[in-house]
């Protein structure tokens, strides 16, 4: 039984000395530090310093020099006739880095993994892009414009008589010209005035699309050239006979593994094709856009109400002469401001 008190440290016997748990013996050598700054630091009092790095080639199990991987532009070249040089060199510093002795696999794993991440950071940005709320406004305004337009085609609005399909135009006619431009114009230019005023922040999604299409390409290059090493030390790997099979299996594990990821890849490359094509008709739409809102106000606009207050005017006095040399000019700048609104309405 216990007395109760607290735990008291043993009594120290008359002339005995203190037990040491680490004696002075046990204890490492100091270590001086060296006043060469290239030498190591020592740290937590190690007894001698660590090995400096050497630069000798790193050799493999059993004192192996592990041997460089032999291939050459032309080997790479020699496996796809329509990769370009460009591709090769740079899947050739793909085949030169790519350590297929790691028993980790951890280039072979990840071969090629950070490009497919790049890829999905691309489509949020396409994605973004293009389904923005200046591009939807854009659109919009091009929409109304197209349709105002439409509505005040000059060859239905002058229609006249003579012949079948005059016949029928001057029927769908409306009756009154004048009014019917009259109420539409105001929003014709209201609409312009609007897209004029969103110019800036097209043409800044017109670059952003350009930036991504450029990425796209690269990335594409990239793929392309990480496939075509992948597919060479595939064909590499294969044509290794080694004695020491567990060697030869650890290669043939590398070489499924690698024919897994150049698989992906390839897919990864396709849907990219997909995806330039994509962005460059979304941007050739948005470039329009662009050039349309910043001189459909200042320059389209003005002549094309000159010539159409001209047609009007013609009309009033009955004159066929002086209406037809009237409405040629009013049909080609209508015409032609018609063109580059359907532009923006072509989408893939």
């Not at 297929?100 to 497919?116: M, P, S």
């Not at 030869?248 to 024919?259: G, T, V």
């Amino acid at each position: 039984m216990t007395s109760g008190k607290a735990d008291e440290p043993p009594e120290k016997k008359p002339g005995g000395s203190p037990r040491v748990l680490f004696p002075e013996s046990a204890a490492p050598e100091p270590v001086v530090a060296s006043k060469d700054g290239n030498q190591p630091k020592i740290l937590f009092g190690a007894p001698r310093a660590p090995t400096p790095k050497g630069n000798r080639p790193r050799v493999l199990a059993a004192g192996e020099v592990r041997q460089r991987i032999s291939c050459g532009v032309a080997d790479l070249r020699g496996m796809d006739a329509n990769a370009t040089e460009a591709v090769a060199k740079a899947a050739l510093r793909i085949v030169d880095s790519t350590n297929l002795d790691d028993h980790y696999f951890d280039d072979v794993v990840r071969f090629g993994a950070f490009l497919q991440a790049e890829h999905g950071r691309l489509a949020e940005s396409e994605l973004k892009i293009v389904s923005s709320e200046v591009v939807a406004e854009g659109r919009r305004l091009a929409a109304g414009l197209l349709q105002c337009l439409t509505d005040l085609d000059p060859d239905r609005v002058f229609a006249v008589s003579g012949g079948f399909l005059n016949t029928v135009r001057a029927l769908a006619a409306p009756r009154d010209p004048a009014g019917l431009f009259s109420r539409l114009y105001p929003e014709v230019r209201a609409l312009a005035t609007e897209l004029n005023a969103l110019a800036p922040e097209i043409v800044a999604v017109a670059s952003q699309i350009r930036a991504v299409g450029k990425a796209y390409k690269s990335l594409s290059n990239n793929l392309a050239a990480h496939i075509l090493a992948g597919r060479f030390l595939v064909h590499h790997i294969g044509s290794l006979q080694l004695p020491d099979r567990e060697r030869q299996a650890h290669y043939a594990s590398q070489s499924e593994a690698l024919e897994t990821r150049t698989s992906s890849l390839s897919a990864t490359k396709a849907t990219i094709e997909m995806s330039i094509w994509t962005v460059a008709a979304v941007s050739q739409e948005i470039e329009a856009l662009a050039r349309l809102a910043e001189g459909l106000l200042q320059e389209d606009l003005p002549a094309w109400h000159a010539a159409y207050s001209a047609a009007l005017t013609a009309a009033r006095t009955a004159q066929s002469a002086e209406q037809a040399s009237t409405r040629v000019p009013l049909r080609n700048l209508h015409t032609r401001i018609l063109g580059k609104l359907k532009l923006e309405r072509n989408r893939p």
